[in-house]
């Protein structure tokens, strides 16, 4: 058999089928059918994260194709028409803020028109007026969390987007309302997972633990890109089943997952409270599955979430020339640095620009582009790549230095006596805008009286 219950509570258990650890990564469409036959009591996926970068939730986008997302909502959508149960997404759009949720719910709205269904639709929204936050600064709500950033009220202000991250308290407020798809702002990634099992009465540090090795799909498996798992909650702990061939939990596997994203193995926290699983026990039940206990949820005296906001760092405009004479390419480091020292020179006399008012650099793709300094392997390469960055406090400005740069990636020698060399532009125009970057300001955590204050709830009707 395929799929077996291992319930050894009195209560009856609660599946989530994830199916894939985020929307756009696409998933086993095999496995999803089998897991709509074994019938699941909600569907549940993640729509975003912050490992790209700021700029999603600076802009307030996806960083997925539309197109993309729309083929694999709409195999969500009709999976969950055959299952009757509720779909849920959280972190729409990749940031979560209410203009990537309003995306979200116009794909939802078209899927719903071409297939001719009508579908009840839960809308809740997590972006925070920045205005708001900085009061709430002020009037000591808003506390850091280790190794946060100084911050001021004025640097909230600052940000384009803040969004608070929402817990189980509000995907179940969304849920209560019978809504057939739920469409969530910024989420906790476990706060989607965990909310119906508490609701229907499981265990608390279970539902939370499970949640949180369920998150990404089968990344808790032995074949992660499979994508589509199922966690069955009880009211003493949880089991883990794979859903496609071949895919395998085992003990390893999905202990290990709670070293993902994540500071300390044992400790998870989350709004309302922390889990512990210091005490959890592991057990493969066969060769797929594992059930999980001991798992436990500590409350917290007061209820908080973790806010994100992005803010304008400047302005960018890239370069890229490739190096791939012998030469230049074994003093491709003495070559870059040249280079900065004489285009900056340049800038400061030619554009009046105080030296902290703009940056240049070069990053050696094949040398050390991604730990500089800190680089320690050493190894010949046949060419490199010089990534030139600059970075301003106008795009004008930031192309501007860029043409000044331009001509010395193209043609800046070794020695002043030499023959002047000529490298290769991979693109034309060899600058590329970049228009505004986005860095992350905030770590920290906002009090709530309420767990939905500060978030908005709105039910529609689409189809």
């Known amino acids: 058999m395929f799929y077996e219950s291992h319930n050894v509570s009195q209560i009856d258990p609660v599946r989530v089928l994830v199916p894939s650890g985020a929307l756009g990564l696409n998933y086993d469409k095999a496995a999803l059918d089998r897991a709509i036959a074994v019938g699941p009591d909600i569907i549940a996926i993640d729509g975003g994260s912050t490992d790209s970068g700021p700029a999603y939730l600076g802009r307030g986008v996806s960083k997925y194709s539309r197109a993309s997302t729309l083929v694999e909502w709409r195999g969500l959508i009709e999976a969950r028409a055959r299952a ?12 979560g803020a209410d203009s990537a949720v309003d995306w979200m719910f116009d794909i939802t709205a078209e899927i719903a028109r071409d297939t001719g269904q009508k579908l009840k639709v839960a809308v809740l929204k997590s972006s925070q007026d920045p205005g708001a936050m900085a009061a709430a600064f002020k009037a000591g709500r808003i506390t850091p969390l280790a190794g946060a950033p100084q911050v001021t009220a004025e640097d909230l202000k600052s940000c384009a987007n803040i969004v608070a991250l929402a817990g189980a308290e509000q995907v179940a407020a969304a849920l209560n309302t019978g ?6 702002g910024r989420t906790t990634d476990t706060a989607i997972i965990a909310a119906l099992p508490l609701m229907r009465g499981g265990h608390a540090g279970a539902a939370w633990h499970g949640a949180k090795i369920g998150e990404c799909g089968a990344l808790c498996a032995t074949n992660p890109q499979s994508g589509v798992v199922m966690v069955e909650f009880d009211g003493d702990g949880f089991t883990v089943v794979p859903m496609a061939e071949g895919a395998l939990a085992t ?3 999905v202990s290990a997952h709670m070293l993902y994203e994540n ?8 709004p309302g409270g922390h889990l512990n699983v210091s005490d959890a026990q592991y057990t493969a039940l066969d060769a797929r ?11 917290s005296d007061r209820y908080t979430v973790k806010l994100e906001g992005a803010r304008v760092a400047g302005f ?4 890229m020339a490739i190096l791939r004479d012998r030469r230049y390419v074994q003093n491709a480091e003495s070559w870059a640095r040249d280079i900065v020292a004489k285009c900056r020179a340049k800038v400061i006399d030619r554009l009046g620009l105080a030296p902290e008012a703009f940056e240049v650099e070069i990053r050696l793709i094949g040398q050390s582009a991604s730990f500089g300094a800190l680089e320690t392997r050493q190894s010949a390469a046949v060419e490199i790549g010089a990534l030139g960055i600059v970075t301003a406090g106008s795009e004008a400005l930031a192309d501007e230095i860029g043409k000044m740069l331009n001509p010395y990636l193209l043609h800046h020698p070794l020695t002043a006596e030499e023959e002047q060399p000529t490298f ?8 590329l805008s970049r228009g505004a970057i986005y860095e992350f300001c905030l770590n920290h955590v906002l009090e709530l009286d309420d767990p939905m204050d500060g978030f908005s709830l709105e039910v529609t009707e689409v189809g």
């Open 251 to 253: 003990p390893h596997t």
């Open 424 to 431: 290769a532009f991979p693109f034309s125009p060899a600058e």
């Open 263 to 270: 500071a300390d193995p044992f400790i998870l926290f989350e």
């Open 84 to 95: 009757g149960v509720p779909l849920v997404i959280g972190t729409a759009g990749t940031c």
């Open 289 to 299: 599955r594992v059930r999980v206990s001991g798992s436990r949820w500590v409350p």
């Open 316 to 319: 960018q405009c890239v370069l």
């Open 179 to 184: 809504a057939d798809i739920i469409i969530a």
